[in-house]
């Protein structure tokens, strides 16, 4: 296992060179920059903006432009924001990278507690009328787009009932201890389930079929055969193989995470990476842009790591020696 890992992250260089020229070179061809947005001061002079144009490299050619970012992307500096004058994008990023991770590690939980067991509940009644409501959720979960189930629970639970707050990722910056860490989980409530609503439903139907086609297979009529009892049968042995779909999906599920979280985060008024993300693109701060990309990229990579790590975990007979 440790060999493949290593072997895995070796791998894992050509990868992320290839991320790095998709997106640099995605931004490299988008309109105008930072210094040519609409939102520029007119009474800046040609002169100035030029100046500062040459000081950025942005005159440079494209294979120097690349050149010098990578550079120092491989020691951690991802560059100068060209929107928030004498702020780093590492600083940018890593000031809204805790609250998407949070929010995300928090969409996960609630998606795979709500997910796996309603599955098994529902393979163990199929068509009952428990099962049938399931299946009307994971279809009504996978119909409504994220931004209009944000919208709708914002409605309903927040401005209808009053019970949840509708934006931001704290009630007031003084709080500590415990009265922290509660308002921050009850402003992550709405934004998280909004953002787990897809996955949720995915991973339910996932779970139901996979459980239904081990139900008749051989090794579970052999175990049935031996004596051993329903809940060995079924948690022993049913579940642990119909989990390496689940792993599959939890691999890509961290880059997906992230990515839906611009959306999210925009309608909830949440501090992530999306805000940031979605006001790096209306000022042209293309590095901003870069660095998130980049990251998102990354974390896809090791997702998929952690999945292949996992289905040994799941299925011994998995090996990579």
Same mark, same amino acid.
């Given at each position: ?38 939102? !520029? ?25 690349? &050149? ?92 209808? !009932? ?148 996992? &289905? ?10």
């Amino acid at each position: 296992m440790t060999k493949y890992i290593i072997r895995r992250l070796l791998q894992f260089i050509p990868m992320v060179i290839l991320a790095s020229i998709v997106v640099f070179f995605m931004a490299y061809l988008a309109p105008g920059d930072a210094l040519s947005g609409e939102n !520029l001061d007119p009474n800046i002079p040609r002169e100035v903006l030029e100046e500062r144009r040459e000081a950025l490299g942005l005159n440079d050619p494209i294979h120097i432009q690349y &050149y010098n970012w990578a550079k120092r992307a491989v020691t951690g500096d991802l560059g100068m924001s060209m929107h928030h004058t004498g702020r780093s994008v590492s600083d940018l990023i890593g000031g809204r990278l805790e609250n998407t991770l949070n929010l995300s590690i928090f969409s996960l939980i609630i998606t795979l507690v709500i997910s796996i067991p309603i599955g098994i509940y529902s393979s163990r009644k199929p068509y009952s009328i428990a099962d049938y409501s399931a299946t009307t959720f994971a279809f009504i979960g996978l119909a409504i787009p994220n931004f209009f189930a944000a919208l709708l629970g914002i409605y309903i639970f927040s401005f209808g !009932l009053g019970w949840l707050p509708s934006q931001g990722s704290i009630s007031a910056p003084n709080l500590t201890g415990l009265d922290y860490i509660g308002s921050k989980l009850k402003h992550m409530i709405l934004p998280g389930f909004t953002l787990g609503l897809a996955s949720t439903a995915i991973y339910m139907r996932y779970m139901r079929t996979e459980m239904l086609e081990l139900r008749g297979s051989d090794f579970i009529r052999t175990a049935r055969a031996k004596g051993l009892g329903n809940r060995s049968v079924l948690y022993k042995h049913t579940l642990r193989n119909a989990l390496i779909p689940i792993i599959t999906l939890l691999g890509l599920e961290f880059g997906t995470l992230l990515s839906g979280a611009v959306l999210v985060e925009t309608v909830f008024n949440y501090p992530g990476l999306g805000t940031l993300f979605v006001g790096s693109i209306s000022n042209r701060d293309y590095p901003v842009i870069m660095g998130i990309n980049l990251i998102l990229a990354m974390t896809t990579l090791l997702g998929n790591l952690l999945a292949d790590i996992l &289905y040994a975990v799941a299925d011994p007979r998995i090996r990579y020696d």
